[in-house]
């Protein structure tokens, strides 16, 4: 039996009211042994979603009988101290000004679907986020300076680059749950044809499938899958190419989710190797941009819908009010969800459990031809002790020369909104992969510096 490294942990979430993130992590925070006598507090800045989240939380303590204690702010400074783990998931209104990103951008031939990690959207909304997390940063300075923080907002490489060069002495990394382990595993079994269901997949198949991915954050490659000796990459690659028609990868829908399949086939038919993050990878290049042709079957990139968007906020938040409400029993809450690769790995630190998870973090020697500071997403042991990535293996040319650009354009960006450096913003921008031309760069960067004053900081302005 695995020794318990930490007791009675303490787990901050800022920016509670992040559906994505807020409702899992009070599911898991319940359901754990290693958790549930500990805390979680829940800050947001919008204090009717805090204090739904916290009716929330309460009614499941209360139903499940579990000793976690449950705390909550509009301000951290005031839950920050004892904090073991520091969970960031805030977005400022992150579903309008995703929208503005792209509207934007479309007038100048750059078609964003989730604009968020590449392109003008990726780079704004780190001008937009980035800011706030290094306030964090001076508050847990101060406040709990032994916490591990944990990045959970896009773009996600951009602020893992930030907090490495400019915090380093905070302990953090940042996640993407696009390779949440072991279901990321066992659904490539299951593409693989090697099970029918998710039910089928064992600890012993796990131990046998030699399974490699590694590149920057939603940019990520299948470098290896073999399972009992045997590559199975190929039936991965066919399962794609035969799903192309309905053309989704993941649960998504919309334009994140158009046509996926069958531009991650056309990816492995350019490269040798299978995307593993269709739904962003497809943005990273510039080929569904509408300058050019590829297959027949694939258009141009649909672009972030922004109504529908809301449309789906709304839903959840009336899940959400059924529960509070008793429309819902609580019960239902604890069936319909489950883990969050977060609350996950905090589990297997607190627990000292011992088991590896994808997270973005310095490459030290794990992809062996990039250089050890690339931030990348990789497959780590991670402890309270620390992170440790294991080895990958060489990146292929062809998409090294391509993660090389995207880093550059992620390192600048986050040089740029730290340093509040309009040359270094400038660069960024021409030097993104989905830049074409200066003149419109700079167009959309003057519109958007004049349709989201009110949320950047006034140094841009000066």
């Known amino acids: 039996m695995n020794k318990v490294a930490l007791k009675d942990p303490k787990v901050v979430v800022l920016g509670a009211g992040s559906l994505f993130f807020g409702r899992q992590s009070i599911w898991q925070m319940v359901q754990s042994a290693y958790l549930n006598s500990g805390t979680l507090a829940l800050v947001d800045t919008d204090e009717i979603r805090l204090e739904k989240l916290m009716r929330l939380a309460r009614s499941v303590v209360q139903v499940t009988g579990v000793r976690l204690k449950i705390e909550g ?184 989710a158009a046509f996926n399949d069958a531009i991650g086939y056309e990816l492995y038919q350019i490269f040798g190797y299978v995307p593993t993050c269709v739904a962003h990878t497809k943005e990273y290049v510039r080929y569904w941009q509408g300058i050019g042709r590829t297959a027949d079957a694939i258009p141009p990139l649909s672009i972030w819908e922004t109504e529908e968007r809301y449309k789906r906020h709304d839903e959840m938040w009336k899940q959400v009010d059924d529960y509070i409400e008793g429309r819902l029993p609580i019960a239902g809450y604890m069936r319909a969800f489950g883990p969050d690769h977060a609350t996950d790995i905090i589990e297997n630190m607190v627990g000292g459990l011992g088991k590896p998870y994808y997270i973005n973090t310095t490459n030290r020697g794990a992809v062996t031809n990039m250089n050890d500071d690339s931030f990348l997403e990789l497959l780590c042991d991670i402890s309270l002790e620390g992170v440790k990535p294991r080895p990958v293996g060489e990146m292929p040319r062809g998409i090294r020369g391509m993660q090389e650009l995207v880093l550059d354009v992620h390192e600048l960006t986050a040089e740029a909104v730290v340093e509040r450096s309009f040359t270094k913003l400038r660069r960024a921008m021409m030097t993104d992969p989905l830049v074409n031309s200066i003149a419109d760069a700079d167009a959309i960067i003057k519109e958007l510096l004049e349709q989201e004053r009110d949320v950047l900081p006034a140094c841009w302005y000066e």
Request: hydrophobic share 40%; aromatic share 10%; glycine share 8%.
């Open 73 to 256: 702010s509009t301000d951290r400074k005031e839950v920050l101290r004892g904090a073991d783990f520091v969970v960031l998931s805030f977005a400022r209104n992150t579903v309008k000004y995703r929208g503005i990103d792209c509207t934007v951008s479309e007038k100048y031939g750059i078609r964003m679907c989730s604009g968020d990690t590449i392109g003008p959207g990726g780079i704004f909304r780190a001008m937009r986020e980035l800011p706030e997390i290094m306030a964090c940063m001076e508050d847990i300075r101060v406040i709990c300076p032994q916490a591990w923080v944990i990045n959970y907002i896009n773009p996600s490489a951009v602020h893992g680059i930030a907090l490495s060069r400019y915090a380093p002495d905070i302990k953090s990394f940042a996640l993407c749950d696009g390779l949440h382990m072991p279901h990321v595993k066992r659904n490539y079994f299951m593409r693989a044809g090697i099970i029918d269901r998710k039910e089928d997949y064992t600890p012993e198949m796990a131990e046998q499938f030699d399974f490699r991915v590694a590149g920057v954050n939603h940019f990520t490659w299948l470098l290896k899958a073999e399972f009992e000796g045997r590559d199975i990459v190929p039936r991965i690659a066919e399962s794609m190419r035969l799903r192309a028609e309905t053309g989704t990868d993941g649960g998504d829908t919309g334009a994140k």
